[in-house]
């Protein structure tokens, strides 16, 4: 798949140093606190249209945040499906990288998801895993309505709060 140009992106150190106090404090309280700090502050600071997150505990049930009810609706469906970008993500710990929902790629390896994302308005998904020591314990999804991916820096930047999240709430899983 071919890049598209992306502006370069800044952020207030201000509104940077907020976003990872608010994740890091909501990490200590549990899961589900933390999933919402997390989907909050990336639509805040990334400018996407949705964010959703997924903590994948062994031995307890998923836990799901997201931004806003349609990417909440789209994860819900992508887990009774068993597909989608978020799926892959965890499974391999390793990040999706701005997957267009009209590309080829999309359409074959997540028919369903991206035929419910495409029909809520989404153009592009990109996922990153909540990585601790021991691989990921969970996802995190952005969903834009541009067809472009977001930039380098602004993933870098997800990828980030999202570790920051999974090492914040790694301890309470153990205990």
Do not use: K
Not at 56 to 63: D, K, L, W, Y
Not at 66 to 72: F, I, K, N, V
Not at 75 to 98: F, Q
Not at 136 to 160: D, F, K, T
């Amino acid at each position: 798949m071919r890049g598209v140009p992306y502006e370069p992106y800044q952020v207030d150190s201000e509104r940077l140093a907020t976003a990872f106090v608010e994740v890091a404090d909501a990490a200590v309280r549990g899961g589900a606190q933390a999933l919402g700090a997390l989907v909050g502050s990336c639509v805040s600071l990334l400018g996407v249209a949705s964010a959703v997150a997924v903590l994948n505990p062994p031995a307890t049930r998923v836990e799901v945040a997201a931004s806003d009810p349609r990417g909440l609706r789209l994860e819900r469906a992508a887990l009774t499906w068993g597909e989608g970008p978020g799926l892959d993500c965890r499974s391999s710990a390793t990040a999706i990288s701005g997957v267009p929902l009209a590309h080829p790629y999309a359409r074959a390896n997540w028919p369903s998801y991206t035929a419910m994302a495409r029909s809520m308005g989404f153009a592009c998904v990109v996922a990153v895993p909540l990585r601790a020591s021991d691989g990921a314990v969970g996802s995190l999804s952005l969903l834009s309505e541009l067809s472009g991916p977001i930039g380098p820096e602004r993933l870098r930047l997800g990828q980030h709060l999202a570790d920051a999240t999974a090492l914040g709430v790694l301890p309470r899983r153990r205990a």
